[in-house]
């Protein structure tokens, strides 16, 4: 490489025998295959979609809502509180790291300085096993954030009671 | 699994902690029978999607909206703002867009309504009760100040300032400083040199389409402060345009701003020709100056008219507006338009 760049500079003398040294623009045409958010059709169509996974995201406002509401603003209410930069990853991560979901979607609402967490899950655990996990993580969630955060649940029997279609 | 269904009946009592044991052992129980059974070649793969069976769980309670009665109180039911609820609310609710030909998913396990916003507590019922509630906090309100009008002549001095309610670890918020000040100009006691200097102090401050000055500030932390200051700029500003300075006598026709009609030389020419016309001697330049329009006949409209022509800009309302006060100041028959 480094005899390249000598043999263009040395060319510049004799500018005949100069090799093209620009960049050249790729003139191919550019290729706007948008995948995210969106999910391929498998052979035998027998993957479930819920809703939410069935309408890809440029159908937001049209045929679906978004799942997080009235939380950018958090950030510029509650400047003061730095913790509240980590409040929606913290929710996102912990709400899935749970086992027992599966297609999860979270719903996440700010009114004023409450914040609540809408989930469907599965009625995978005992009842009461869930009441303390829903305490736990509320208090847990709050104490992070530094506001209330309310979890509502929604109980399903089977992870097909959420599926939509299978492609 | 098999034998769960099978031992399984309708309407017979389960302990909920007996089917949590029965849970965990029956994974096992599956494999033993798995391992028993005949291996059979399925090329097609069509027993196993026969096999799937929907197992209803015995300890689930049949939802709540079921029960409810047709007069209950739905306050009590959803007494505050929440995310919405299948069991809870007793109405077939469905929500989504599928194909055409097709019904919408219910409100079950239906993602779409629990995003949703609802107002599900503020029935029209519960707000009334609600209002009535917070009704002995409540004073009268005074019976003169019934209509805007009252209520801008008793009130001239509009203060606007924000509150913020929210319990993060700080309850300050640095925008509930800011203060804004708001009044009618026409308020405000001013004569024409003092309007037309209060106006230039205060520039782009003053909306000429509602006539209202708006004062604003956000310099100071604290809202007192900044309350204090918009009321001094109010005052400060309102008292330098009463004062007249000495090099303000200095301003000669040149330098106004708008076209004054009295000081003009339209005005001389316009009253030497009516002394002429009416064969009066002449008057000095100080006479005609303090003369007074009106003793013309058509006089004012005229003066209107060319004032009209010099400040609103050459159009061609004012033009004609200036056409028919020329033709009746001097008598001459009204002009006609061929149709």
Not at chain 1, 34 to 50: C, E, M, N
Not at chain 2, 10 to 15: A, E, Q, R, T
Not at chain 2, 276 to 292: I, M, N
Request: proline letters at 6%.
């Amino acid at each position: 490489m480094n005899n390249v760049i000598k043999f263009a500079q040395s060319a510049i003398i004799l500018p005949q025998w100069s090799p093209i040294f620009a960049s050249q623009f790729h003139t191919s045409s550019a290729l706007c295959r948008v995948v995210s958010g969106k999910y391929r059709i498998t052979k035998k169509r027998d993957k479930p979609l819920t809703y939410e996974m069935a309408n890809p995201p440029h159908y937001i406002a049209h045929r679906k809502t978004w799942n997080s509401w009235n939380t950018c603003k958090i950030f510029t209410i509650f400047s003061m509180s730095l913790e509240l930069l980590f409040a929606i990853p913290i929710i996102k991560t912990y709400s899935q790291l749970k086992k027992h979901v599966r297609f999860v979607t979270v719903i996440i609402k700010r009114q004023f300085n409450h914040i609540r967490v809408a989930v469907i899950i599965r009625r995978a655990v005992s009842p009461t096993k869930m009441y303390f996990l829903l305490g736990y993580s509320e208090e847990m969630l709050s104490n992070w954030i530094q506001c209330p955060v309310t979890l509502e649940l929604q109980t399903v029997d089977s992870y097909q009671d959420v599926v939509f279609k299978y492609i | 699994m098999s034998l769960f269904i099978r031992n399984y009946k309708p309407g017979s009592v389960y302990n909920a902690q007996i089917i949590w044991r029965y849970h965990s052992n029956k994974v096992e129980m599956a494999k033993k029978e798995d391992e028993e059974e005949f291996r059979v070649l399925d090329i097609l793969k069509t027993r196993t999607r026969l096999q799937r069976k929907v197992t209803r769980r015995a300890d689930i309670q049949p939802d709540r909206s079921e029960k409810m009665k047709t007069d209950q109180n739905w306050g009590n039911v959803w007494p505050g703002p929440r995310s919405f609820h299948p069991s809870s609310v007793p109405l077939p609710l469905r929500q989504g867009y599928v194909p055409k030909g097709q019904a919408p998913p219910g409100k079950k396990a239906n993602a779409e309504l629990m995003k949703v916003p609802n107002f599900l507590h503020l029935t029209p019922p519960v707000i009334k009760m609600q209002c009535e509630a917070i009704k002995k906090f409540c004073t009268p309100w005074p019976e003169l100040l019934n209509n805007e009008e009252a209520i801008e002549q008793n009130y001239p001095v509009e203060i606007i300032t924000s509150d913020y309610c929210h319990a993060s670890p700080t309850i300050r918020n640095p925008l509930s400083r800011i203060a804004t000040l708001r009044v009618k100009l026409s308020d405000l006691k001013l004569d024409k040199h003092a309007r037309d200097k209060f106006l230039r102090l205060v520039g782009d401050k003053y909306n000429e389409g509602t006539d209202l000055v708006t004062i604003t500030a956000d310099r100071c932390p604290v809202r007192k402060q900044n309350l204090d200051y918009v009321n001094y700029l109010l005052t400060a500003c309102y008292y330098e345009s009463w004062n007249v300075e000495d090099w303000e006598k200095d301003k000669a026709l040149e330098d106004m701003e708008y076209y004054d009609f009295d000081q003009n030389p339209s005005k001389a020419n316009l009253v030497a020709w009516f002394m002429r016309v009416s064969k009066k001697g002449d008057l000095t330049d100080d006479e005609v100056k303090a003369f007074d329009v009106s003793n013309i006949p058509n006089g004012p409209e005229y003066k209107k008219a060319v004032s009209d022509l010099f400040n609103n800009s050459e159009s061609d309302q004012t033009l004609e507006d200036y056409d028919a006060a020329v033709r009746k100041l001097l008598g001459l028959p009204e002009k006609k338009v061929l149709q």
